[in-house]
């Protein structure tokens, strides 16, 4: 089940929750934030790991309970013996001979009892290990969002990028629809062979399976959309045609990377959870230490029986007298001297599992210093790759406006012109790719050094129209 925190209903109605379609980057982002089930289990997980601060603060505090027993015992015996009997007025009467005496006794008590822990290590480092792994969780939690920021900008180039693949295959397949027809041509006046023509057809039927291959993709990648969103995707923005090619700020990877070991949510939690660990040490090896305790408590009693005399067929009732109450204070003190090795074992156990943390803490760190590295120069050459393919897509289509003028006086051959047309393909394709992996790169550089920030996604949605 989902559950919409306040912010997340704050958010959606700040961007306008009554939009019928989701058309641009933020309006998917702000349905992403309210719908995305990964978040809201980590939200889930951080409100649950924080219960353990209040959990670990309450064996700190009194323990204030209340008790009511009752007992029933019977027993007796199978001797025989003498019951005296006096009358009323005190008159000695004759005596009964019995051969059993069967007694019943009953006693009640009603108690409360207040509880406080006056000495305990173990209580208070668990305290200080509790609210270390809260802050580990509102780390992890707050990489979650940042992570959904990401998967969001991703999930939405990903469709532009499908989209323009799918418009310049179905270009290419016009063009070579064109260039079949006019090679029948050609051929029915004797003017090329038919060889031309088998080649220009077998170029439109690739091309039209590559129409079909590119609708699925974007099909695909709408889905994509639809599962972070819950909802069906309207139409979306394009990226702007004159795209700002900047370089980080600052144009440094040290500093990114310094930027990342400081501020990456991830390596936080990462460093947090050590801390706990090494916390979890100390409690162990408080087993070894004595505990006091104190008590403060208040009970009242009360008695009473029945005795029955077997062969006389009598039995007597014992009233319940005044009942017993009063209070009581206990001082505890509590030497752990041997434990069957127990201690020893939570002691070394807790070791190890530092160690782990310790391991994961390494792994981490490496893993954050080379995304940012590789984020840094992804976003670098990025720029250049748009340069590149942008000079690229000019220039095959100088080529294939050259190579048919050749073709019509006779000077290229079909082959020429079809193969022309397909570089204009993976130039136009690659143009595109390269803009939406540039501003996606940008958005990763900045998630590796764990700064992104809705403004990020918003400065990247002023870039589509």
Known sequence: MIRMSSLSLALLLAFGASAAQAD???????????????????????????????????????????????????????????????????????????????????????????????LDISKWTALKSSKYTAEAGEATYSAAQQQLMIDTAQTYFNVLTSIDALKFANANEKALARQLEQAQQRFEVGLAAITDVNDAKAQHDQAVASVISNQNAVDTAREAVRRLTNKEPGEFKKLRENLPLDHPTPDDPAAWVDVALKQNPSLASSSLQVDAANTNINTARAGHLPTITGQLGYSKSSQWGDTRYGGIGRSFHDGAGEPKWGPSVTFSLNVPIFSGGYTQSRVRQAIHQRDFAQ??????????????????????????????????????????????????????????????????????????????????NGLLLKQAAGVVELKDLEAVNALLE
Do not use: W
Request: charged share 20%; proline share 3%.
């Open 24 to 118: 641009d980057l933020i309006q998917v982002y702000q349905e992403a934030r309210v719908s995305d089930p990964t978040l809201a289990g980590a939200e889930a997980t951080k409100l649950a790991t924080d219960e353990g601060v209040d959990q670990a603060r309450s064996f700190l505090l009194p323990q204030l309970g209340a008790n009511i027993d009752y007992t029933r015992s019977r027993g007796g015996n199978d001797a025989d013996g003498v019951l005296k009997q006096e009358a009323l007025d005190g008159t000695p009467l004759p005596p009964l001979a019995y051969t059993s005496t069967t007694v019943t006794n009953h006693t009640r008590t009603y108690g409360a009892s207040l509880n406080q822990s006056i």
């Open 359 to 440: 391991d994961q803490f390494e792994f981490n760190r490496r893993l954050v210093e080379a995304n940012t590295r590789n984020s840094y120069r992804s976003v670098i050459a990025g720029a250049s790759q748009v340069e590149a393919t942008k000079a690229a897509v000019v220039s095959a289509q100088s080529s294939v406006d050259a190579t048919q003028a050749g073709y019509e006086v006779g000077t290229r051959t079909i082959v020429d012109v079809l193969i022309s047309q397909q570089t204009l393909l993976n130039a136009q394709s690659q143009y595109s790719a390269a803009r939406h992996a540039f501003v996606v």
